[in-house]
């Protein structure tokens, strides 16, 4: 049974900064390529960054330089270090394991609210 359980979220004022993780089992975790998704209220879910099997990293827009996407293979986790955090960042976020053409996996997501 694959599992993917996110972790890390919370509450945090502007300018803060949050470290997501999101450990994978029941895959054969180095062979896929990981991504963080995010959905805000009444929005649509959105890529907010991907790591594929051999590291290569891409990031949306509107995170480029504030967050950054890393791989432990050896611990089948995926992590998200987020920094200058801003209101619009709040959102649920959604680790994801894609191995096209396979069928892909979902996690349960976890909550960052930026607030003051």
């Known amino acids: 049974q694959v599992q993917l359980v996110e972790s890390g979220g919370g509450s945090v004022q502007p300018g803060g900064s949050l470290r997501l993780s999101c450990a994978a089992s029941g895959i054969t975790f180095s062979v896929y390529a990981m991504g963080w998704y995010r959905q805000a209220p009444e929005n649509q879910r959105e890529l907010v960054a991907f790591i594929s099997a051999g590291g290569r990293t891409n990031y949306a827009d509107s995170v480029q330089g504030r967050f950054t996407i890393s791989r432990d293979n050896a611990k089948n986790t995926v992590y998200l270090q987020m920094t200058s955090l801003k209101p619009e960042d709040t959102a649920v976020y959604y680790c994801?394991?894609?191995?096209?053409?396979?069928?892909?996996?979902w996690g349960n997501g976890t909550l960052v609210t930026v607030s003051h």
């Open positions: 994801n394991a894609d191995r096209a053409p396979y069928p892909d996996f």
